[in-house]
Every structure is written in structure tokens, then in C-alpha cells.
């Protein structure tokens, strides 16, 4: 895979994928946001990929939107409001519901300050890692006059509660890496020179796990917080049976009785 602002390469069944303006700190400009559309299209196409390590190159992992891009301009005689609301759902917001839903298990290693979008990016991992000296700012509200988008006020209110993700989204104060492992927002803070050592480890393990049943956790895990316990235990009943009849299933049956290790997406 090429593409002009990220990176892209192939660690064994890992595709790492790095923003790539770290002249900008990575911010999203629309050519970076079609890459990243196109990317995950890509990913979607190849059935060798079975996990997805998502970084930044450079110093910060993603600094947000781009407000110097051109792109970022309402043509003459459109109203900002209108082309900015029209630039969201056509353009940022696909890509938010396409790395959200990969079809597979995506790993975020956070290397610097996310902030605004960048923040919302970050937060699209299964799971998230951050190096110690990285931080997170949900800046729109207090710093430009606007509220949080690209899924940002989706994924602070599920991880942290509602009063938390308030307090975010209302002071746009940094959150440290250390803090935001503390408090949930992500899954792990970790030295800097261990980052991309314990993201690949992560990534990788998950590449030689059960791809199916790992969906299925993370479908389980985005209803659980809109349904009932009656609903729920529908809902694990379903994906259940699904998988019960799955070779992974069977495959991790037959290792676990013969003490071997399972070797998942084989059959």
C-alpha cells in the first residue's frame, strides 16, 4: 500500500500505519483523511492482514485538523457552517465509522500529543497505547469556538462517564498519557523507547488470535453501554452460536484438550 501521507508496512500478518506530515505533527489536511479512507478500504479487500498498528511519524501522533489546508476554505458565496457540516459527514466522518470498524483488530501506539480529531483518532483503537511523555486535548470548545467531532464526545463518554468527558470537552486541558491509562481513557501508558516494541507485541497477538470472536467482543462491547442486561444476554447468545460453529472454535477446542497451541484461521 502507497499512499502520499502515510506509511505503511507489512510486520508479518501486522499492517503498521503511520500518519505522515511530521512537519505538521501530523495533522489532517484532506489528502491525509482520503488516504486514510482509501487505507482502510485497502485493509477491508486483504484477508492477510490480521491486525492494524496505527501511529504517527515524527514527534506528535496527530495534531488535529489541518486549518491551513486549502481544503478547510468554504468556496465563494458558501457559508463556513454549511461547507464544515458538509466537510464532516462527507469526508472526516467516514473514515471515523471505517477505522472503527475495521475488519480487524486495530492498535493505536499514541507517540505524541493527539489533539481535536487527533484525539478522536487515537480513541479508535481496541486498543490504545501512549508513550509516557504523549498527551490527549479535546480542544474545540474552549481554544476555536466549536464542539468535538469525528467521534470524540462518542468515545469520551463511553470510556470515562459522562461527568469526565464533560470536564474535557469543556476545558480542552491535557490530559497526560499516565492519567489517561489511570482513568480509562486509554488502555496503557508505557516508556517512550518501549512505545512501538509493546504496540507490535500487542498487534501481533492479536493477529494470531480468533479474528472472529475478537469482532464479536468489540461489537459486544459497543452495545453494552445502549442495552439491557436482557438485550445483552441476547446479544452475547447470538454471536455465541455463531461462533460455536466456527473453525476457530473447534481449532481452539482440540488445542486446549492436546495441550497445543491453537493456531487460529488455519482451517
Excluded at 52 to 65: I, Q
Excluded at 168 to 174: I, K
Excluded at 196 to 217: H, I, K, S, T, Y
Aim: proline residues 5%.
Amino acid at each position: 500500500m502507497k499512499f502520499e501521507t502515510l506509511a505503511c508496512e507489512r510486520i508479518g500478518d501486522v499492517l503498521k500505519v503511520a500518519l505522515n506530515r511530521p512537519a505538521k505533527l501530523n495533522s489532517l489536511s484532506i489528502g491525509l483523511i482520503h488516504d486514510l479512507r482509501d487505507c482502510a478500504e485497502a485493509i477491508q479487500r486483504d484477508r492477510t492482514i490480521r491486525a492494524v498498528l496505527l501511529t504517527g511519524e515524527g514527534r506528535g501522533f496527530c495534531a488535529g485538523a489541518d486549518l491551513t489546508d486549502p481544503s478547510a476554505v468554504p468556496p465563494p458565496g458558501k457559508g463556513m457552517g454549511q461547507f464544515t457540516a458538509g466537510r464532516l459527514r462527507n469526508d472526516f466522518n467516514p473514515v471515523a465509522v471505517l477505522w472503527t470498524h475495521l475488519p480487524v483488530p486495530l492498535v493505536v501506539a499514541m507517540n505524541g500529543v493527539a489533539a481535536g480529531a487527533g484525539a478522536s483518532i487515537a480513541l479508535m483503537g481496541d486498543i490504545t497505547v501512549a508513550a509516557r511523555s504523549a498527551s490527549l486535548a479535546f480542544l474545540f470548545a474552549p481554544k476555536l469556538g466549536l464542539c468535538p467531532d469525528m467521534g470524540a464526545t462518542h468515545f469520551l463518554a463511553r470510556r470515562i462517564g459522562e461527568a469526565r468527558a464533560r470536564a474535557c470537552a469543556l476545558t480542552g486541558a491535557p490530559i497526560t498519557a499516565e492519567e489517561a491509562a489511570r482513568i480509562g481513557l486509554i488502555a496503557e501508558c508505557v516508556d517512550d523507547d518501549q512505545l512501538m516494541a509493546r504496540a507490535l507485541e500487542l498487534a501481533q497477538g492479536l493477529a494470531a488470535g480468533p479474528r472472529d470472536a475478537f469482532l464479536a467482543v468489540r461489537e459486544l462491547m459497543a452495545s453494552a453501554c445502549t442495552s439491557s442486561l436482557a438485550e445483552q444476554l441476547e446479544h452475547e447468545a447470538a454471536a455465541q452460536g455463531r461462533l460455536a460453529d466456527s473453525p476457530d472454535f473447534l481449532e481452539g477446542v482440540m488445542a486446549f484438550r492436546e495441550k497445543w497451541a491453537a493456531k487460529f484461521g488455519q482451517r
